[in-house]
């Protein structure tokens, strides 16, 4: 089969690679029709070489059509259109039956210290096979995999395995009072999802970025929006009277702003492999120009959400700042199939309540995926949300 390879960095190939075959009892192939690429795996692009090998197929936002199931999938049939979340679950550990899927205890990655495996991202989670390509091997199809129609087009449907309830999580944790006020802080797709589900939720919703198209993008769903800059604090303060209620930071590592990190990160990349793995692991540090706004603008009291990735060991926190303003912080990889049966009704919706016919900005077959990621990196062609189709 082809699929999307990481090769190094900023270097992502389309190439020719082993079928995959059933391992577990509990696994299922899945021949995938649409794939996504998410902001998230732009890190692997950029900024976690040293946790990848050459020829890693990439990819967490897949769905398709499946093929083969285990002896012991009992909820699939070949035939079966599905929607694959991002994270490996077993649905049955004690942390699945708390809906902390992200943290299986099954399939917790505990070599490095992190939470549950998930598709296409690293060692660190578990270097397990990713989406992007033209077949996958689903492990703990018995639990993981989301059965849909067969009605509607692929992307009412794909952002179940990733964004979409990235989003709703988001809004969740952000813990925002009726009637109050969100600012989210990135308008990438993470950031669309999470600025229209909170407006569908009846909140007061301020969308924050630097790109013109993605707040227009945000505008057009009843968002009101500004420019990410130094002054961005003090004017939510005089927009919402003592700033938001709540702060969702849709961002991450990567945020613009914050020059000395960014040096750091990346003389971290040119390390050996094994020297720069150590240090990412126990002196990296993030780019926080977005969270340490977020700090600056949430009101006292308030809270913030965080969606985006982070990744530094030693990133600096104005712990003084939070704790004299009261600050709640709710953080944490999103734990997908806790909010499906939240989710599916409205993406079903032929109403299209969260604006799903309007996120997608380009579309291409899988072989122009390396283009692609460079397009959506460098945000060129008002690029905003990527599916390719194998």
């Known amino acids: 089969m082809k699929a999307l ?3 190094g960095k900023r270097k992502i190939e389309y190439t020719q690679v082993p079928d995959p075959q059933l391992q577990q009892p509990t696994d299922a192939i899945v021949r995938i ?3 996504a690429i998410c902001g998230s795996d732009l890190h692997l692009y950029e900024l976690l070489g040293p946790f990848m ?3 890693d197929i990439i990819g967490h936002e897949p769905m398709g059509v499946v093929v083969e199931v285990g002896s012991e999938v009992h ?6 259109r599905v929607v694959i979340p991002f994270n490996i679950a077993c649905g049955h550990c004690w942390m699945c039956e708390q809906g902390l899927q992200s943290q299986c205890e099954t399939t917790q990655v505990k070599e490095q210290g992190k939470g549950a495996a998930l598709f296409g991202y690293s060692k660190m989670y578990g270097q397990v096979p990713g989406g992007q390509a033209e077949l996958l091997r689903v492990p703990h199809a018995d639990y993981g995999p989301i059965v849909v129609g067969n009605e509607l087009p692929d992307h009412r449907y ?3 395995s990733d964004i979409l309830p990235t989003a709703w999580q988001a809004v969740q944790y952000a813990q925002v009072p009726d009637g109050g006020s969100v600012a989210v802080f990135g308008l990438g797709p993470v950031g669309q999802m999470a600025s229209r589900i909170a407006t569908h939720l009846g909140f007061r919703v301020i969308g924050v970025d630097p790109v013109a198209e993605r707040r227009d993008m945000a505008a057009r769903h009843g968002v009101e929006t500004l420019n990410f800059k130094s002054s961005s604090a003090k004017e939510l303060a005089e927009m919402t009277g003592r700033g938001p209620d709540s702060v969702i930071d849709a961002v ?3 945020a613009h702003g914050s020059p000395a990190a960014w040096v750091a990160q990346q003389a971290t990349g040119l390390l050996p492999g094994p020297v720069a793995e150590l240090a990412m692991k126990h002196a990296a540090v993030d780019r926080t120009a977005v969270l340490h706004s977020a700090v600056s603008s949430v009101r006292r009291g308030g809270t913030i959400s965080l969606s985006g990735v982070y990744g530094g060991a030693v990133t600096p926190m104005p712990l003084l700042e939070m704790f004299d303003k009261q600050i709640t912080v709710k953080q944490g990889q999103c734990n997908v199939r806790r909010w499906i049966d939240d989710l599916l009704p409205l993406t079903e919706d032929s109403a299209d309540p969260l604006g799903l016919d309007d996120l997608v900005t380009h579309t291409a077959p899988l072989s122009r995926g390396p283009e692609l990621y460079e397009t959506f990196q460098k945000k060129k062609d ?3 949300k990527v599916v390719l189709t194998p």
């Open 5 to 7: 390879t990481w090769q």
């Open 33 to 35: 029709t649409s794939t």
């Open 53 to 55: 090998q050459e020829g």
């Open 75 to 80: 909820n699939l049939k070949v035939g079966d």
């Open 158 to 160: 794909l952002f179940l």
């Open 252 to 254: 991450g590592m990567e």
């Open 382 to 384: 008002g690029c905003i």
